[in-house]
């Protein structure tokens, strides 16, 4: 277990060190917020949905959560090109510990990444109407967190270099943000659209967090758990086996 | 007295080509092994093969008594290793860099503080245990790494070019630090150098392989006398000929090494 701990702590200790990353990586949640929720904001009125503010933050949160993720699984290549990912893959301790305390050192960086958005929100008028679901919320950000930094390991894993990096942003990370009820309603959708983002994991995060953020819910808070986390039970899993595999 | 690596047999295929072609070998323990070769001629894969990072295609390997495929963490708590390419943490201090070694391979905590003194004393490096390793020189991370492969004390250290890109003085401290090691810890040395005048003084028995295969064997003079010649490097140059070689993409790491990081 030490081994899963001191993989964590790597990972935590590294982001607390650079700063310039913690406030890189604000700035594109934060351009979203102020560009979609001010600029549609009006247009979501007079269409009858509400406040479209109090809509697009959960979805905002659930965007930095799932690219700080992603992206610290994708670390995993840097280590291989600079040689630390060796000095763990010799140490005597199973692969599936290596691959699980990084899966949690940057699940735990994303969800930090993510409680930073949610309270900028704040200054751009989003308002939180029930505490008592602020533990929920963060227990749906933790498994966001988990399931992409998962798949962020699981891909790093099979990759020797950065070349297929550009590839996983443009086909992978932007469409699973774009397609997953993030920055727009569920409801009447065109049916090819309405199964792809059915099919995509982060749309019940998006709505667990929205849900308990006051938001409204579209499969509820159980249905969106349980997909969840069977899906952090595979890919974690999946990353686990991945790893056991790597050779150098 | 007895192996604490036996190696029969073995191959490494990718593909159409044979990396290491059928080789054999052992080392006694508490010796100091060299494994040379022209660039390309299969050292460093044997390396990874030994250290559990690439499975063997074939044969059999037996470190400190253990099968690195079947019983890997045995085999990985048998041996430290200094890459050919570094492999520390730039990002963190090289007094975390130990620690988290230390962690990784069970030390407990009150022994791994009294380990880290110790070995950062050793390599000079105490002073500058709270630096972080990305503003360290070349000689001072390689340094650290030697420091950390004694971390866990094991009983093998794979060094692979563990001096190359260094002077003479740091490669001359780096030499005192092995062989006090070797002679008061009894560690085995298994070591790949380009530098065949340092194999000649610290080995006890040399290999030299070539396109994957071990084509001799034995104590630097019996190399010599085998070979009518002087010293090891005309007698490496008997055995593997003039020609320079080509280097394969599996040292491109090395390569980057040499190109600087990020």
């Given at each position: 277990m030490i081994a899963i701990y001191t993989l964590w702590l790597r990972e935590v200790k590294k982001y607390f060190r650079s700063k310039s990353r913690m406030i890189g990586s604000l700035g594109q949640p934060l351009l979203f917020l102020v560009a979609f929720g001010f600029g549609l904001s009006s247009v979501f009125q007079k269409a009858g949905e509400g406040n479209y503010i109090q809509f697009l933050v959960p979805g905002i949160i659930s965007m930095s959560i799932l690219f700080t993720a992603i992206f610290s699984g994708i670390d995993v290549i840097w280590d291989r090109q600079f040689g630390f990912l060796k000095e763990t893959l010799v140490a005597p301790v199973p692969r599936w510990q290596i691959m699980l305390g990084r899966t949690l050192g940057g699940a735990t960086v994303a969800v930090i990444q993510g409680m930073l958005v949610f309270l900028l929100s704040f200054f751009a008028g989003f308002r939180l109407?029930?505490?008592?679901l602020l533990l929920p919320a963060a227990i749906f950000m933790f498994l966001v967190a988990l399931l992409f930094a998962a798949v962020g390991l699981s891909i790093a894993s099979l990759l020797?270099?950065?070349?297929g990096f550009q590839m996983i942003m443009n086909f992978m990370v932007m469409p699973i943000f774009f397609l997953s009820g993030a920055l727009f309603?569920?409801?009447?959708?065109p049916k090819i659209l309405e199964v792809i983002v059915k099919f995509n994991p982060l749309t019940y995060g998006v709505d667990g967090i929205r849900g308990c953020l006051g938001g409204t819910i579209t499969f509820g808070l159980m249905p969106d758990f349980a997909i969840l986390f069977i899906s952090v039970v595979f890919l974690i899993s999946l990353g686990g086996y991945l790893f056991s595999k790597i050779q150098i | 007295m007895d192996n604490i690596i036996e190696v029969k047999n073995l191959v490494k295929k990718y593909g159409d080509f044979?990396?290491?072609?059928?080789i054999d070998f052992s080392v006694e323990r508490g010796t100091v092994f060299s494994f040379l070769g022209p660039n390309g001629a299969g050292k460093t894969t044997t390396i990874k093969m030994l250290t559990t990072l690439l499975d063997p295609t074939f044969g059999e390997i037996l470190i400190n008594g253990f099968?690195?495929?079947?019983d890997e963490d045995k085999a990985r708590k048998s041996f430290g290793i200094v890459f050919q390419d570094q492999s520390l943490d730039?990002?963190?201090?090289a007094y975390e860099n130990l620690d988290m070694h230390g962690m990784l391979y069970g030390i407990k905590k009150s022994e791994r503080i009294k380990r880290i003194k110790n070995l950062l004393n050793f390599v000079e490096l105490w002073e500058r245990?709270?630096?972080?390793?990305?503003?360290?020189s070349g000689g001072m991370k390689r340094r650290l790494e030697i420091a950390r492969g004694f971390m866990h004390h094991p009983k093998i250290l794979f060094l692979d070019?563990?001096?190359?890109?260094?002077d003479p003085q740091t490669r001359n401290h780096i030499w005192n630090y092995l062989k006090k090691m070797n002679k008061e810890e009894g560690t085995t040395i298994f070591l790949t150098t380009h530098y065949l005048e340092e194999a000649e003084k610290v080995s006890n028995k040399i290999a030299i392989i070539d396109h994957g295969k071990i084509i001799a064997q034995g104590k630097p003079e019996e190399l010599e006398k085998q070979t009518n010649t002087n010293s090891l490097e005309e007698a490496f140059l008997a055995l593997t000929g003039e020609k320079i070689r080509e280097e394969k993409a599996d040292n491109l790491a090395g390569m980057r090494r040499h190109h600087g990081h990020r």
């Open positions: 109407t029930n505490f008592s020797k270099d950065m070349q309603p569920m409801n009447d959708l | 044979t990396a290491v072609d059928g099968n690195p495929v079947k730039e990002d963190l201090t245990k709270d630096e972080l390793v990305k503003n360290f070019e563990p001096t190359t890109g260094l």
